[in-house]
């Protein structure tokens, strides 16, 4: 069974870091690509961050950020661990949000997101 | 990198159509044959139903379907069913990132 779990959410002050992860089962993790998509409370969705699938040890991922979070937050992955991570810093109150990670395959032109994890909370509140 | 537009509502009674629009540019919508399509229930991950304009994934009934022209793509859910209150939302493939519409909260009356 494909299962997504992201973790790390909680509460945290303005200007502060968080560092939330993605842990990926049941299918070959190294073969798909994993993005970041929040939800702010009562609104709808936004794509925050995209890393490629990296098969082979020595190739580089592909990253990619929307402009609100380009320069303060980092996506990584580990594939010995199945995870990705989202590193956030300089947190805003406007990205207090539900954070989820969903796959896809875009190196195969499948540009859409088939399988989503449950999302974590992420409250930037003084 | 703005939002897609869609109507913020539409509502039907069970058993007929509704149809919603997503309306983008020539860098998104209009440039890619990937616009997908996602249901969320309150309090629940968004579901794929759509995916590369009209194709369906397995499982997802046929009263889902979806369509495009020119720089708006459409879903229309036919034979409206109860459990198919919830909200929409678009999302079209535009080169380095993605971009998602403002989502459409479809009641069933």
């Known amino acids: 069974e494909v299962q997504l779990v992201e973790s790390g959410g909680g509460l945290v002050q303005p200007g502060g870091s968080l560092r939330l992860s993605c842990a990926a089962s049941?299918?070959?993790?190294?073969?798909?690509?994993i993005n970041w998509v929040r939800q702010a409370p009562g609104k709808g969705l936004e794509w925050v961050s995209y890393i490629s699938s990296s098969s082979s040890s020595s190739s580089r991922s592909i990253i990619y950020y929307a402009d609100s979070v380009k320069g303060r937050f980092t996506i990584s992955r580990d594939n010995a661990k199945n995870s990705v991570y989202l590193q956030m810093n300089s947190l805003r109150a406007e990205d207090t949000a539900v954070y989820y990670c969903?796959?896809?395959?875009?190196?195969?032109?499948?540009?859409?997101?088939?399988?989503w994890g449950q999302g974590t909370l992420v409250t930037v509140s003084p | 990198q703005s939002a897609l537009t869609q109507p913020r509502s539409v509502s039907g009674s069970p058993g007929l159509s509704v149809t919603i629009s997503c309306t983008g540019t020539s860098s998104n919508v209009g440039a890619y044959n990937y616009v997908s399509w996602y249901q969320q229930h309150p309090g629940k991950a968004p579901k794929l139903i759509i995916y590369d304009v009209g194709s369906r994934p397995s499982g997802v009934p046929d009263r889902f379907s979806g369509s495009k022209s020119g720089n708006t793509a459409s879903l229309t859910i036919s034979g409206l069913q109860a459990e198919d209150e919830a909200d929409y939302y678009c999302?079209?493939?535009?080169?380095?990132?993605?971009?998602f519409g403002g989502g459409t909260k479809v009641t069933v009356l």
């Open positions: 999302c079209s493939y535009a080169g380095s990132h993605r971009v």
């Open positions: 969903a796959r896809d395959r875009g190196w195969l032109e499948e540009y859409y997101f088939d399988y």
């Open positions: 049941g299918f070959t993790f190294s073969t798909y690509s």
